[in-house]
């Protein structure tokens, strides 16, 4: 029977591929016939109404492309997942079509050239954001789109049709790459990541700057090197290669993590994993910009300064911690009680994330880091708050608004290796930049491994140093990064470069990511909940990290959220009104209600009603809030911490059986006395 | 408890909503402060890409107003419906906070003149769509946004604020309109579409035109007044009368539908509103455009001429059977095998819907339209493909978006009643169009209703009457198609007066609802089942319907979905090996697991597996399937007819029992004695 279900299904598949084959052949033709009406339109009459419906018809066909690439990506990787081929994702796939199509509009489609097209020479000044020109008596507004190079002029006016296809680079940024970074905040698995914060935050910022200053360091030398051979056809400064550190530091290792998941690695190598790739983006985008904006004053703009390089510094910081200040500062204001209307939830929670983004953008902060802190805080916090439904609903549009942006930035890669129309493909340099880019990982990885090692109780082990090194791909982030920019013939060749390393990447390092696994020995397979039974030490977790969680857990989670212990339990008692204040109703309601039914769904909840258990034990023994007080203000023990990371991340597996009868079968959890009370 | 639920929700809610306005206070400081140093960095050092940078975030601010919008909107929805205030719908909210932002826009932000506008006065021949400026050797480069009247070139340099909240009208109508037209088709409740579809169908094909020509013909006799009066300040022809007929024709009546919903008032009075105002979007959209089509040639252009008008009655019908035949075909390509993925599927869901609007665009039809049929079919078909995950998800994606985006167009079309910049607002035109409005629904609802009562059984009441002429509101659909062009005289006076019809309609006769029903005596609190076995007379439905009903059902449902009887029962013996190729094999499988889990869920399967259930019994008996092929292919009965119809829409609140126990508890529905052997 399972045989012939994937027989049919198969079958299926291939002839509704083959529908969607014909589909896009039937584009393709639409796409060939609308340009050619649009020629014969131009000719006829110019009458701007008729063009610009001509063109709108124009932009329809060319998003058409990219969707039914889209469409195409999505039933392959169909088709792939099932058979369980895993050396080729569904990115590097999209990526593949994305070539393909290119090659087609490159090589397969002739556009004649347009001649609509004009170049004004009359005197002006400057150059506005708007300009209206005067035709005999009418006027036309005109929008600022760019500068443009003096020697590409006359490309302009030629590849219309290759040009049609080019999207603002800004797109990339303003809103394609929001929600991939806010999807990946909000689905970092907490557990993991917080337990190896200290060793996460070591990769992600002085990895990053590390790896950014030894690229740019030898590309440096690389750049100089070719001027002496004469391989260079325009200005390269150390900024420009630094900045080329900065973009290519930003590891994206989407498909490593799709396998990972799939093959159950060892959660601890994926939290580090997981937790570089999405902290180091967003130091990569400040870095970038911080060094864009390093400019010494005087006459020669391109020597070191001090005064330049610190306030490109005080940048970096400022616009880091103002970004992850505003991101948190919304996370947390995004407290909803809208639980009976699931719609209006999702929406504002949506809406929420979104002014996230623009407010800092606004502000002149980094939009993409906002959204990256706000979807990390939105999971600690506002999640708990939010009603099943929309616990869901949030989920499942982010994980889809994730998936379809990516794929498109994937596919556009792919098709821009071809349509692009300013590639400068130097051999020497991206010889270069490939051994740069090794180097800067390993010197990312191997030094900081050894540091963290000295202190961390749970060595990062060489296998996985090595696995680390291998999966530093390159991908979305870095490639919408150097998009944004092709201005100048450093930026042209820089942007080539950082394709090619992207293909390699994610096609080399990504598909022969189970063959690493398994050369590097590294275990599969691994149940999560048995493989963290069997580390729960003690003295893990940082010192430092323990303070923090503490003033979360007792303070800050039942500020914001309902689902903590009532303040008035641990404040202490002279802060007894200020407490009652400040406590959700609901938080004394939970008092009556120990198993209320959907505080059995929030996220942490495991050891929120244990820690609670406590409490109110510990309440009724004593007759005062005092006597449980200072052990939770004091600090909770590791006990409590470790078990609180440990339920946090499969509340849905152990949903409802969790209170009664915990199911780590290793150690029974309820060593504490107070607890032995709630068994029966 | 529950008292101290709702006060504890409402002081929770106020503080929430003293949060936003603090937040979008400080939004307004932001934008005014980027305004401003906008102007700095103007005036110190014109770089183009500090320019770029600075109207980046200018477009950040500007946008997070609007976000600010929504979310003030939806924040306030919440208060309402937690109140149960029925006489504001959320739609009427945002459009009161568009015209409160509108007013603090206009005439509370005081933005100094730009200067950085310039007006080029060199002789250029043609207005082509992109230019290049040559500044003293650099090259910029230029697009055509359009066209701007010769005495509006001053104001165009004035308010450069107000510009900028302004959006491209075209953005309504290819981003904001598609997900809204398309949600209205999905969530078509089908059975009782179905038993009025000739009513319907009267409504929105008939009655359309009907009233577009009617409200033509009056304004043509205000505007042929006005200019005896003296009161017209331009050209205003008889084709601008019919286009401003056929845009006001369009009705939303959105506010009506919700608190019809909410009531639950009658649900064929439900059926023919909600299907006349899907349908007639679709033919207003189609009629507008034809009627812009009709240029008669020669020298005078707005004479009246047979083949102009037989070239726009050929255009109607053409681009609206090629956007229906689009938009059914790209839905019944739709047609997944994923189930195992939800995500991949819903993201192919999407990408289809997506892509039927630009293929639609793209081949000249409209994707409105196409948009609309396409969902209309998804949802009869493949709906019933997808994994009952994707359902949801689908179901919540598109819900969500359809949200999202009308209370967009609301809180702008509010914004845009200060923000416009060539508001023509002519009193007696006013007047003139609301009586037309009003005497274009009368004489499109008694007229057709009393033609309608003639061929049906179960009348439409003179009450009914009544209520459909005053739900005649007009919303999106109205403002995107008057927004679109607004370059001439007449088209802005159209749009100007179109939004105070809007505004009447949607705050005025949506408010009065509630009113309306009781002082109509239309019953409330209806309960479809019981309202529906009451009614389940034999002859209603119309014959053709019938027909198409059993080819549907026979032939369409089991080649394009899995859950249809088997072709080999339903096709003539003589087709064998035909049917034995189309049909789905796991409509064979059903044959062994007639309770198979997911079947149960799907939209139909009510009347599937009971008229399955008459299949294997009379294959059983005769042992062979042409005992009960005729049956099938000849006609099923009325009453099998009108049981999948009834059964059809609340799948989820009979789920899992119905097959054993039929919930209808007038009459058993199992009349039939083949039936009576699945009933133990």
Redesign the interface.
Known sequence: MVF??TV??AW??TR?LW?LVL?SLS?CI??CR?SSTQEDSAMEN?V?EK??EE????D??D??IF??L??LT??T??LF??RRFRFLHETGLAMIYGVLVGVVLRYGIHVPRDI???????P???????????????????????????NE?DD?QDNEMLRKVTFDP?VFF?ILLPPIIFHAGYSLKRRHFFRNMGSILAYAFLGTVISCFVIGLLMYGCVMLMKQVGQLDGDFFFTDCLFFGAIVSATDPVTVLAIFNELQVDVDLYALLFGESVLNDAVAVVLSSSIVAYQPQGDNSHTFEVMAMLKSFGMFLGVFSGSFALGVATGV?T????R??P??E???F???S??T???A????FT?VVAVLFCGITQAHYTFNNLSPDSQD?TK??F??LN??AENFIFSYMGLTLFTFQNHVFNPMFIVGAFVAVFLGRAANIYPLSFLLNLGRRNKIRSNFQHMMMFAGLRGAMTFALSIRDTATYARQMMFSTTLLVVFFTVWICGGGTTQMLSCQRIRVGVDSDQDNSRRSTKHESAWLFRIWYNFDHNYLKPILTHSGPPLTATLPPCCGPLARILT???AYENECQLKDDDSDLILTDGDINLTYGDITVSTDASGAHTSSGPAFAGGATSDDLDRELTYGDHELVMRGTRLVLPMDDSEPPFTDPHHRLHLP
Chains 1, 2 share one sequence.
């Open positions: 012939r279900v049919n299904s299926r598949a509704t529908l589909v584009v639409c796409v609308a110019i701007t063009k610009a063109s709108h018809r124009q329809s066909a998003l058409l969707i039914m889209l469409t999505i039933l990787i169909w997942k099932h609509s097209n004009a170049t004004l020479s009359c002006v000044n400057a150059s506005p954001a708007t300009l209206l020109i005067n035709v005999s008596g009418k006027f036309y507004e005109y929008t600022l789109k760019g500068e443009i190079n003096a002029v302009v800004e303003n204001f407290f909803t009680k809208l009976d209307f719609l209006l999702t929406a504002l949506f809406l929420m979104w002014s983004f623009l407010l953008e606004a502000c002149g939009g609903r499942q549009l994980e889809l998936f379809l959700s109703p609901q």
